[in-house]
């Protein structure tokens, strides 16, 4: 059984339709019309234990109205979300014993506490066992080094700090199921590596599935194996991060260097730019390889120095973006 499945989830909005003007304004008070604002739109996935999901798309594409669903703090409009086979409305209270959730800068500590205090009102309020609380902690401090700021109060520490706390507050009790939206926002390259390390060292030692939603690029290549895209409501793309690159963005491009400023062409490969003696071609994966083309160009013409570009993750999202 997959610890995610949704199914054909669905969120609509009603919203006051608004006329322009004193005239629409009056209306507006007459009739209340309203208008339907399509949320998410029939969206069926799942996910298995264990993997790392990255879940993106533009914003206003629904990607946090699901992971709100998801996580049971919305309900669908129809649809439904089963979280380890329990549906995430119906069965809210056991549900939410399975999640940890961290919202980007909305914390869940307090910040009239000190870091550890904050801890223990959590332990509290998911009835954790004193053990395992303490084991836990153990653990979280292997990985992010949570007892050089415990004793702090929470609004004294740093972004990273508090990211940090939140991490720790979310992975108290065990979740099955990590939900990170935009964990790494505002974080320096330090906090950036610290925050991906623990994920990465949670899902190898706890096993923790993790959705994941963020516009940092650099969060999706270092963690996350595959790819969920979604834009206006629609699942528009979902695979291994592999091959969503090869399917989507199918070729090289090969930057050589002349000895002069002469230039060929090939057969089996767009020559795209050519100034002095550089010359960039773009060649599908399939046709040829990287080598053939090289060793091709080679015996027409001597060749410098050769560079060869894989298409990268910005690519592919901005041409997945884009599909209609």
């Known amino acids: 059984m997959a610890v995610i499945q949704v199914e054909h989830l669905v ?4 919203i006051a339709k608004k006329g322009k003007g004193l005239k629409g304004a009056v209306k507006n008070l007459i009739t209340n019309e309203k208008q339907v604002i399509h949320a998410v739109r029939d969206l069926n996935f799942e ?52 999640l940890g959730v961290v919202f980007g800068q909305r914390s869940q500590l307090n910040w009239d506490l000190r870091l550890g205090e904050s801890f223990e009102l959590l332990r509290h309020i ?12 153990e653990i979280m401090n292997d990985i992010l080094g949570i007892n050089e700021i415990i004793n702090t109060p929470v609004r004294q520490l ?5 990211m940090r706390g939140d991490l720790v507050a979310a992975m108290l009790h065990s979740p099955s199921v990590l939900f990170l939206d935009e964990p790494t926002i505002g974080l320096d390259v330090d906090g950036k590596y610290a925050i991906r390390k ?14 994941l939603t963020t516009h940092d690029l650099g969060d999706i290549q270092e963690l996350c194996e595959r790819l969920i895209i979604i834009n206006h409501g629609v699942l528009i793309e979902d695979g291994p991060l592999n091959e969503l690159i090869d399917r989507i963005a199918p070729y090289k491009n090969l930057i050589v260097e002349f000895y002069d400023e002469t230039c060929v062409k090939h057969p089996k490969a767009e020559l795209f730019f050519h ?25 027409q013409i001597a060749i410098k120095d050769v560079t060869i570009e894989e298409a990268t993750i910005d690519d592919i999202i901005r041409i997945a973006y884009h599909k209609e």
């Open 158 to 162: 740093s972004l990273g700090q508090r």
């Open 126 to 137: 998911y009835q954790i066992d004193k053990k395992q609380y303490e084991e836990n902690l």
């Open 275 to 299: 100034e002095e003696n550089i010359g960039k071609y773009r060649f599908m994966k399939k046709d040829i390889t990287a080598a053939q083309l090289i060793q091709e160009i080679s015996e």
């Open 47 to 98: 996910i298995e234990k264990g993997e790392i999901v990255a879940f993106i798309g533009p914003n206003g594409a629904g990607k946090s109205t699901t992971v709100k669903m998801m996580s049971g703090i919305l309900t669908p409009t129809s649809g439904q979300v089963l979280i380890n086979g329990k549906n995430s409305q119906k069965n809210r209270k056991e549900v939410v014993q399975d």
């Open 11 to 14: 969120k609509d909005y009603k």
């Open 198 to 211: 623990f994920i990465k060292e949670i899902n190898q030692v706890k096993g923790t599935t993790v959705i």
